[in-house]
């Protein structure tokens, strides 16, 4: 098994990362398409992933945001 994965094992040996930033992302998108739900178009999901992922504070603009 360790001969089948010696490059990624490597890999992980000299650079340190891990696919955690990549599901982290993934989340993200998934969340999205949730909230997004019934939109057909990509650039609305896309939208509802910038403003998840961004953590904007809307209560400056609007005191009823939650």
């Known amino acids: 098994m360790i001969r089948r994965h010696i490059e990624g ?3 992980l040996t ?4 891990t ?3 990549l599901e982290a992302i993934n989340g993200l998108f998934q969340a ?6 019934g ?4 650039s609305t999901i896309r939208t509802v992933v910038f403003l998840l992922a961004g953590k904007l504070d809307f209560s ?3 005191p009823h945001a939650a």
């Open 19 to 21: 696919n955690g930033f």
């Open 32 to 37: 999205a398409k949730r909230k997004a739900r």
């Open 14 to 17: 000299q650079t340190r990362q």
């Open 9 to 11: 094992i490597v890999a």
């Open 39 to 42: 939109y057909g178009n990509f």
């Open 60 to 62: 400056k603009i609007n």
